[in-house]
């Protein structure tokens, strides 16, 4: 069973080759991310991810919230500064 597990890489990411393409659904998405503050940024684009399949005609994949990704959000932010 696939369980998505939900973190965020950040903007800076954005720019990377491997992610071209996702600063279109980042600006499609964040109309609908500013009605539901409550969920982070990582949830936010699981459920998103987890919709995209589903409505394409693909598996029901379950969704849990995690809230908080304080921790891996520093570690990605030591990791980007060394780079």
Same mark, same amino acid.
């Given at each position: #069973?696939?369980?998505?597990?939900?973190?965020? @890489?950040?903007?800076?990411?954005?720019?990377?080759?491997?992610?071209?393409? @996702?600063?279109?659904?980042?600006? @499609?998405?964040?109309?609908?991310?500013?009605?539901?503050?409550?969920?982070? *940024?990582?949830?936010?684009?699981? +459920?998103?991810?987890?919709?995209?399949?589903?409505?394409?005609?693909?598996?029901?994949?379950?969704?849990?919230? +995690?809230?908080?990704?304080?921790? *891996?959000?520093?570690?990605?932010? #030591?990791?980007?500064? #060394?780079?």
């Amino acid at each position: #069973m696939l369980i998505p597990s939900s973190h965020c @890489l950040g903007i800076q990411r954005l720019g990377v080759a491997a992610n071209n393409g @996702l600063d279109i659904a980042v600006r @499609l998405l964040e109309p609908i991310k500013e009605q539901f503050p409550i969920l982070s *940024y990582a949830d936010f684009y699981q +459920l998103a991810g987890v919709v995209a399949v589903e409505i394409t005609g693909g598996p029901e994949i379950p969704f849990h919230i +995690l809230i908080s990704n304080t921790h *891996y959000f520093q570690q990605q932010l #030591m990791y980007d500064s #060394m780079m």
